[in-house]
């Protein structure tokens, strides 16, 4: 299970960018892929998955508004859509496997330990 973040790079406030996540050797199908950010010094945040499958999604609400998770099966890949960057999204941004965006509050949409590698989103004022 390989997955890995792109789409990253230095955008003005105001600015958009959209993240993608693709996945080798197996089919995202049958899995439930999130997003989550880790900026510099600062400890590893979750902010949103979605069912590959069925198209559910979950956003933790200091996330919701700015971003939006999408997947195309077509692709094969899962989606991360940034709006109106502000300085304080910079950060390393990475897709990983998940529990479902409807587990209980305690646990959706934790990492599940596939980790792809990330993409760093920097956002100059």
């Known amino acids: 299970v390989q997955l890995q973040a792109s789409g990253g790079g230095l955008v003005q406030a105001g600015g958009s960018l959209r993240l993608s996540c693709a996945a080798s050797?197996?089919?995202?199908?049958?899995?439930?892929i999130g997003w989550f950010r880790q900026a510099p010094g600062k400890e590893r945040e979750k902010i949103s998955c979605i069912s590959f499958h069925e198209g559910s999604t979950y956003y933790v609400p200091s996330m919701k508004g700015r971003f939006t998770i999408s997947r195309d099966k077509s692709k094969n890949m899962v989606y991360l859509q940034v709006d109106n960057l502000r300085p304080e999204d910079t950060a390393v941004y990475y897709c990983a496997t998940t529990t479902p965006p409807y587990s209980d509050p305690a646990s959706r949409c934790s990492d599940t330990g596939n980790w792809g590698t990330g993409t760093l989103v920097t956002v100059s004022s």
């Open positions: 050797g197996f089919i995202l199908d049958d899995y439930f």
